[in-house]
Every structure is written in C-alpha cells, then in structure tokens.
C-alpha cells in the first residue's frame, strides 16, 4: 500500500490582490488555507479553483461574506489537529492541553515555520500587497504518514 500523502497550500494576508505567482506555487494542492485578511471573497472563489479552501476571518475583513467566515477553526488531517487563527495573539488557552499539532495563522505578514513545545507553528508571510521589506510568500505544508514538512516560497523576484 502507498504511503498516504496530503500537500496543502497555505496562504495569508492577500489584503483583495491574489497574485499570478501565488497561483503557480500553490497549483497541485491537495487543500488550500487562508489565514485570514483575505479582502475580498473573490479571492476565495479564485483559489477555490486550484483546490478546497478552508478560511478563518482576519482583523481586516469585514462585510457579511467576511461575516461567515469563524475567526479560528479546527482542522484534522489524519492523525493531526491544525489550529487556523489569524493572529496568534488571539490564542487563549493551552495549546498541547487542546491537543493542537500544527498552528496556521497570518497577520504579521513575517514568514516563519518554527515548533515549540511539541507545536509546528507555520506563518506563510503576506501574499498580497508588499509591506516594507518583507517577502511576498506562501507556504506549502506536506503531510506524509502523518508526519508534518513544512516550507516557504518566497513568490517575488524582490
């Protein structure tokens, strides 16, 4: 029997501008995540195109397509718990308690894929309008055997 296998697209921070860039790097995914600022539902049908999207509603979404949209959500792949939140300052409670292995979130626009305590931490940066110096970004998570692989693209020349 072949090894079970799932790549989900991870995306933030699109603030209403889906790249073309962002749409090549995650082409193939098995499942998309938007972390959040979204800016537009448009965005959402656009990469609904590519793959399922799952989408918590960031600080800057607003209206009532924003409205159906939950702050965090729980997700589980396999043997996983993904927790999607698009600040991590909003999480409140004990994350190994909750039994989380994986935590989504944006807002920062920084990417970064780091674990502490036990917990994978993935922060796929801005795929949006640029801010400062900061790299336009997806990431691209790779669930294999119930084992987590996580990395950035960095999706502009810049």
Do not use: C
């Not at 600040?87 to 989380?100: C, H, Q, Y």
């Not at 920084?110 to 949006?128: K, Y």
């Not at 309008?129 to 960095?154: M, N, T």
């Amino acid at each position: 029997m072949a090894p079970s296998r799932i790549n989900i697209g991870i995306i933030s921070d699109t603030h209403g501008l889906l790249r073309h860039e962002a749409i090549v790097a995650l082409s193939g995914v098995d499942q998309i995540i938007h972390a959040g600022d979204i800016g537009k539902p448009e965005i959402l049908d656009k990469l609904a195109e590519i793959a399922p999207v799952t989408a918590v509603r960031g600080n800057n979404d607003h209206g009532a397509w924003a409205a159906e949209l939950p702050e965090s959500r729980y997700i589980r792949i396999g043997n996983l718990t993904i927790f999607l939140i698009h600040d991590l300052k909003e999480i409140s409670f004990d994350l190994r308690e909750a039994n989380v292995d994986i935590v989504i979130a944006g807002h920062s626009h920084r990417p970064l894929i780091e674990t502490r305590d036990d917990v994978m931490f993935i922060n796929p940066g801005s795929a949006g309008p640029r801010r400062f110096k900061l790299p336009i970004s997806v990431a691209l998570l790779e669930i294999g055997d119930g084992i987590p692989a996580a990395r950035i693209i960095q999706v502009d020349a810049a």
